[in-house]
């Protein structure tokens, strides 16, 4: 295994820290090496069933039974979306409730690899949960840098009580990104734990994995929110890997959904502009409020070589598909989350199997539900009133 800039190809140890090509600036992934497809035997369950296709896989590795969410079909949500076989990827199952943590566990266990005692990120309020979280299992310290005023209560109280270090920035989540970045490159000592790092989106690709291990085969399509980008090209890259170690013998459509006011990916794709940036990204599915996506050259390789697209969803429309969800199928996840859903509602998708990725749990921002028209009723403690207000 080693490191390699997805653009100049230069390649680089496993155990060198660098976040970032020393020679073109590029993003670097980690590739296995080719014994690694040979005949991967996958044993056990979560994330670390896949150890034989992962960085550290081999150690003592930091673990807080990340992975094996739930493949929820939904054949009554697929039937008004026109969708023969749909699949909610559930991801809010994970200990701390999003996808984060399949990545944290291989980036947190590689950090202890690599001696670090100090682990830190930017974050919009997931990743910053998983992180303080492994890192207390790890017994590291943990910095946070958050856009003040700007991530769900839920999030910013997992980071608290799992004791790391709250900055609140003022400014967004692309300022705390480039001060984190700084800092860590700056300071030996610290280990910088977003997504720009390819060993977290090592885990997420075990996504991939556990979608094929459950359905036999890869869905036709998979439709996954875009903030930062890591994820969709997490996942992608997960499939590309299944098909090299001859798992699979075709790949899913790789489809990004983005909020209408936060959708650097789309305008990219459609407009050709020269920068995948767009100032002052707004939602109110704050999970995915970025406007500078790091790892947009990833993402865009994912849609553009699995023949996917990237289309931007509303804000009425993300909170509608969240009910629509929590309603028809009993499956409460937080605005991100329900982006695919609003994607299909809106641009429908022509393909059999759609896996949808819903990254991360409605409890975390109850706040988005509770904003919504309020539909509860009061009454006095008496049955007379109880029935009035049933009937009202
Ligand atoms: N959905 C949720 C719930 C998220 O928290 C995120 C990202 C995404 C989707 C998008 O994933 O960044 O890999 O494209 N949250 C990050 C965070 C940015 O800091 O928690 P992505």
């Not at 080719?34 to 673990?63: I, K, Q, T």
């Not at 270090?165 to 692309?174: H, K």
Request: proline share 5%; net charge neutral.
């Amino acid at each position: 295994m080693l490191q390699r800039c997805i653009a100049c190809e230069a390649t680089y140890p496993l155990d060198q820290v660098c976040y970032t090509c020393a020679a073109c600036g590029g993003l670097l992934e980690v590739r296995l090496g080719a014994e690694r497809f040979a005949d991967p035997r996958f044993e056990g369950r979560g994330v670390w069933r896949y150890a034989s296709m992962l960085p550290g896989g081999d150690g003592e590795r930091v673990s807080l039974r990340e992975g094996d969410t739930g493949l929820y079909r939904c054949d009554r949500l697929g039937a008004a979306l026109g969708v023969k076989n749909l699949y909610i990827k559930n991801e809010g199952d994970n200990p701390t409730g999003s996808f984060k943590d399949r990545g944290m566990t291989v980036g947190v266990t590689w950090a202890r690899r690599l001696g670090f005692k100090t682990v830190a990120c930017a974050s919009t309020g997931n990743t910053s949960a998983s992180m303080a979280a492994f890192a207390a299992r790890a017994g590291m310290r943990a910095i946070v840098l958050i856009p003040d005023g700007k991530i769900a209560m839920g999030k910013l109280a997992q980071a608290i009580v799992h004791g790391a270090e709250v900055v609140r920035i003022r400014g967004d989540f692309d300022d705390a990104m480039r001060l984190v970045r700084e800092l860590s490159e700056a300071d030996g000592a610290i280990y910088l734990l977003n997504s720009i790092n390819p060993f977290r989106l090592e885990g997420q690709k075990t996504l991939a994995f556990e979608v094929v291990d459950s359905l036999g085969a890869p869905p036709d399509a998979v439709i996954a929110p875009m903030g930062n980008a890591g994820n969709i090209s997490a996942i992608w890259k997960g499939f590309t890997e299944l098909e090299c170690a001859r798992r699979i013998e075709r790949l899913p459509r790789m489809i990004g959904a983005q909020a209408e006011h936060a959708a650097p990916i789309v305008r990219y794709l459609r407009e050709s502009t020269q920068e995948c940036r767009v100032a002052n990204a707004e939602t109110l599915a704050t999970a995915i409020r970025i406007g500078a996506p790091v790892n947009w050259p990833k993402a865009v390789a994912a849609i553009r070589d699995s023949g996917g697209e990237a289309n931007l969803v509303t804000d009425d429309e993300i909170i509608a598909a969240q009910r629509r969800l929590a309603r028809e199928e009993g499956l409460f996840v937080e605005p991100a989350s329900a982006a695919p859903i609003a994607y299909l509602a809106r641009y429908g998708v022509t393909a059999e199997t759609v896996v949808c990725v819903c990254t991360g749990h409605g409890l975390k921002d109850p706040d988005a539900v509770l904003r919504m028209p309020a539909d509860t009723k009061v009454a006095e403690p008496t049955m007379a009133s109880l029935r009035a207000a049933l009937e009202a």
